[in-house]
């Protein structure tokens, strides 16, 4: 938690960096834990960027260091892109204690860049004046989900909406929350009544993947007998996919990830990139500060740029 008075800024003339892959997590996921930050992801051939690259620069810099700002080109870090499911450019992301919590695409005028950077700022002093408990009421909600007091979770997250019904983490706890309890149709249809203010929102696209995951759990099929198919025929692709799936029912992400790493690496355009895309969905549903993530967006890197 911030607190009043604190120095939680970025030093004078350090506000905006190019960042790649290599250092992603330490500059953007890492550094976020201190000042919120923003990753503007764009190209040198991308219209559109050549505006608002210059004009998010010139926010950032006025706010004087309670944000910072990392420029990724998309050509040359196409991993990274991929994984923040960055679709067209310019795409902007913000990043605040490790998470992504807000983002916008295509150019915006002046004034919508600066209200964009001054929500950030305002969320940062937000937790350092205390914002009533929310932000609290959140994270425990949180604890209750992973430790399996589904409807307790529920419950709170359900009295977090009532205060904020615009609250992007409360309302992708909401959707978490019914998919633990097995209501996928009711996680589904919450998650389509979002409001349209948070619908693209990163929190309601990790619930989105989760759910994704959930559905396709229903239909996975027994470890053991598809462990036996992989290792009577390593190269048996639909088997090592299916053994994927399977794991992560039984909550093994770790292990699914090693399985679709290993089909990436036997046949990365198998079913048309399937294991990528079924990585990136992992990933998504995942914290990004999650070692699984971390270890499997780096294995896979290597393996593209091998």
């Keep these: ?22 250092d992603f997590m330490a500059e953007v996921v890492d550094r976020s834990q ?14 559109p960027c050549k505006t608002l690259g210059p004009a998010l620069e010139k926010a950032v810099n006025e706010a004087g260091g309670a944000v910072v700002m990392a420029k990724v080109n998309v050509d040359e870090n196409q991993m990274i892109a991929g994984q923040m499911r ?35 700022v305002q969320q940062a002093g937000g937790e350092a004046a205390g914002d ?3 932000e609290e009421a959140v994270a425990a909600a ?27 983490g409360a309302y992708a706890g909401l959707v978490r929350a019914q998919v633990a309890l097995g209501d996928l149709d009711q996680a589904e249809a919450i998650l389509n009544g979002a409001p349209e203010a948070i619908s693209k929102s990163p929190e309601l696209d990790a619930a989105h993947a989760q759910l994704e995951l959930a559905k396709q ?7 053991a007998e598809l462990t ?56 998504e549903a995942l914290k990004p500060n999650d070692p699984v993530v971390l270890n499997g967006r780096r294995k896979l890197s290597s393996m593209i740029f091998a």
Excluded at 217 to 223: H, K, L, Q, S
Excluded at 232 to 256: I, M, T, V, Y
């Design 228 to 283: 036996s198919a992989v290792e009577a025929n390593p190269d048996d692709h639909q088997a090592r996919f299916d053994l994927a799936l399977a794991l992560h029912a039984k909550g093994d992400a770790e292990g699914a990830v090693a399985q679709l790493l290993e089909l990436f690496r036997r046949d990365r355009e198998w079913n048309d990139g399937a294991a990528k895309t079924q990585l990136i969905t992992v990933f």
């Design 1 to 22: 938690m911030l607190e009043l008075g604190s120095t939680n800024t970025a030093p004078k003339g350090d506000y905006v960096k190019d960042v790649s892959e290599a």
């Design 142 to 168: 949180d604890e209750m989900l992973e430790a399996g007091a589904a409807d307790d979770a529920l419950q709170t997250y359900a009295a977090i909406l009532e205060e904020a019904p615009e609250h992007a």
């Design 217 to 223: 759990a229903a239909d996975a099929g027994p470890v």
């Design 86 to 120: 960055v679709q067209s450019i310019p795409t902007v992301y913000a990043f605040y204690k490790g998470q992504p919590v807000d983002g916008f695409q295509g150019a915006l005028p002046a004034s919508e860049i600066k209200a964009f950077v001054d929500r950030l």
């Design 132 to 134: 009533g408990g929310l």
């Design 34 to 47: 201190q000042v919120p930050v923003i990753v503007d992801f764009w190209a040198p051939w991308c219209g």
